[in-house]
């Protein structure tokens, strides 16, 4: 494995790469194009100019996260073929600068859903959290407002004011999509770039919906072994592969993470590694990185990886606000370089002990 960090870019960012680099074991960086909306080509010169500015650092870019895709590939609407001939295109562009892992998801209308951005533990620090009773009270068009105030003024991944202006379009549009339709418009998209990926040797890592079932009547697809293994099996090329991220996949309890991860020997291209603690199944709020700390078996989770032979980048997750940082919610410096410490850590101990029997 490789650690790496998530990094927003210059403007977008509060934590600096000078910062990144002084975290131990630390080299790659995992980033995106933060201002290109969803379905537009990435010019050249952008992806050069911002892989430059990273080795300048003494880092290099490890993967992109995310290359959004346009609603119009989930809907599966006409337009689509536009928008799959501007993904190809960008990969092209990007395995023409050796970049060669790239995270997306394929979750309708919202990314990542969250209740709170600022619920405060006991230690006086503040994480992400969900409660079920608070998503089934409230109006999903409603839903960006009802966070827009605690994201310390920063654009959210996922929740970009202009996109969600138009919710309740959105919803209309997928009105007639259902799980296989879903799993369909998905197959098509994978099949369409499938060749491109082959011919730079880009793997396609999906990032799990969040949290891993349906909200607001929404299909969600990626979501447990069986759907991934269906997707894996219904384009058969490795370079069809997933993210697994354990606080993703976690937020369903009856997920064996280790045992995912297992099944996904050869196509775990990219790894969020956090942990979340369960005050109850309808209730959670993430944690430190820390096994202690939550409810997963983190020493569990990198073993399986080490087992199955991970070899990709891998990121500590959202981390708690602590130390007074203000920054984008889940993604300040401090937590998230004490998280990118204990997974070298326990790297380290595993592979030591599996090799010196
Ligand atoms: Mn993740």
Request: hydrophobic fraction near 35%.
């Amino acid at each position: 494995m490789e650690m790496t960090f998530r990094w927003y870019g210059t403007g977008f960012d509060t934590v600096k790469l000078k910062q990144i680099r002084q975290i131990p074991g630390l080299t790659g960086i995992i980033t995106t194009l933060y201002d290109i909306p969803a379905g537009e080509l990435w010019p050249s010169e952008r992806i050069r100019a911002i892989k430059e500015e990273v080795e300048a650092a003494g880092l290099h870019i490890s993967g992109i996260e995310s290359v959004n895709i346009h609603d119009s590939i989930k809907i599966g609407s006409p337009d689509r073929e536009q928008y799959i001939d501007n993904y190809i295109e960008t990969l092209k562009r990007l395995g023409e600068e050796g970049i060669t892992m790239v995270c997306y998801n394929f979750m309708p209308v919202f990314d990542w859903t969250r209740t709170e951005l600022a619920r405060v533990r006991p230690d006086g620090s503040t994480v992400l959290a969900y409660t079920q009773k608070a998503v089934d009270a409230l109006d999903p068009e409603k839903m960006f407002d009802s966070i827009a105030g605690d994201t310390n003024g920063m654009v959210m991944p996922g929740w970009e004011p202009e996109r969600l202006a138009h919710v309740k379009e959105l919803f209309e549009r997928y009105k007639d999509v259902d799980d296989e339709k879903l799993f369909e418009n998905l197959k098509y998209f994978l099949e369409r770039i499938m060749p491109v990926c082959n011919q730079y040797d880009i793997k396609m890592a999906i990032h799990p919906d969040d949290p891993a079932w349906s909200v607001f009547g929404l299909p969600r697809i990626i979501i447990n072994q069986e759907n991934i293994q269906r997707m894996m099996k219904m384009v058969d090329d490795p370079h069809n592969g997933v993210t697994f991220c354990s606080g993703s996949y976690g937020t369903n309890p009856d997920n064996d993470l280790p045992g995912m991860i297992r099944s996904l020997k050869g196509r775990v291209h990219f790894a969020h590694v956090r942990n979340l603690k369960f005050n109850s199944r309808d209730d959670f709020e993430e944690a430190a990185h820390l096994s202690s700390d939550g409810s997963f078996d983190m020493y569990e989770i990198v073993k399986a990886l080490y087992d199955i032979g991970f070899d990709g980048p891998i990121r500590p997750d959202h981390g708690r606000m602590i130390w007074d940082e203000v920054a984008m919610p889940g993604y300040g410096l401090y937590d998230r370089a004490l998280g990118a410490a204990y997974i070298n850590g326990l790297w380290e101990a595993i592979e030591k002990s599996s090799t010196r029997g």
